[in-house]
Each structure stands twice: as structure tokens, then as C-alpha cells.
């Protein structure tokens, strides 16, 4: 059964750093596309970052030079490194694999992932 599991969410203060990490199971995701999509309230689920089977990434405009997304295909798990957090970068954080190579290019949209996490809370405050 395929399954995704975030963790590494919380609470900082902005400018402060966190690590997402997302834990995949019942595939092997080395060879597919997963992302990172976030859901602030009363918002839109919109992408944050991507990464397709070759390791190459895409971000979106608001979080580029500040997030990095890595995968281990070892360890079947994909991350998240957040650096200089905002406010405005509150929001319920889903990871998400495209076992369909549905995802063409970039992050891609959210209708092109056919799995998800259940999503970790990242709060920032000012």
C-alpha cells in the first residue's frame, strides 16, 4: 500500500530554519516525481518545490534561495530544508509522488499527484 508521512513541522519565529521530511512507502520512488504543496488557511493548495527522477528542481517564485528540496532514494524519502522562514510561510505542508509520470514539467500541478501525505503544520510567527 502506498502510503506518504510527513513530520518536522512546528513552531518558529521568523527567520528561523526547519527541516520537512516525508517517509514513502509501498513504492519505489526513485523513479518518479514527488513536491512539496502547501495550504494556508481560507488559500489555495499551491506548489512549493519539486523534484523529478533525475534530481532536477523547481521552486516556486516566493520560496526560491530559501528552501531546498532533496530526496534520498536510499531511504525512500524526500525533504524539505526551510531557511529564513516568514509568516506568510504558515501553512499545512503535503508531500506528494506522482507513481503516474503525469507531472510533465516544473512542480506541476496538484491534479497531477495521485498520492498524498497527510500533511504537517509549519507555523512562523513575527
Known amino acids: 500500500q502506498v502510503q506518504l508521512v510527513e513530520s518536522g513541522g512546528g513552531s518558529v519565529q521568523a527567520g528561523g530554519s526547519l527541516r520537512l521530511s516525508c517517509a514513502a512507502f509501498?513504492?519505489?520512488?526513485?523513479?518518479?516525481?514527488m513536491g512539496w504543496f502547501r495550504q494556508a488557511p481560507g488559500k489555495e493548495r499551491e506548489g512549493v518545490a519539486g523534484?523529478?527522477?533525475?534530481?532536477?528542481?523547481s521552486y516556486a517564485d516566493s520560496v526560491k534561495g530559501r528552501f531546498t528540496i532533496s530526496k534520498d532514494n536510499a531511504k525512500n524519502s524526500l525533504y524539505l530544508q526551510m531557511n529564513s522562514l516568514k509568516p506568510e510561510d504558515t501553512a499545512m505542508y503535503y508531500c506528494?509522488?506522482?507513481?503516474?509520470?503525469?507531472?510533465?514539467?516544473?512542480?506541476?500541478?496538484?491534479?497531477?499527484?495521485?498520492?498524498w501525505g497527510q500533511g504537517t503544520q509549519v507555523t512562523v510567527s513575527s
Open positions: 506528494a509522488a506522482d507513481t503516474g509520470s503525469t507531472v510533465v514539467a516544473g512542480i506541476g500541478h496538484e491534479y497531477e499527484y495521485n498520492y
Open positions: 523534484i523529478d527522477s533525475g534530481g532536477s528542481t
Open positions: 509501498g513504492h519505489t520512488y526513485s523513479s518518479v516525481s
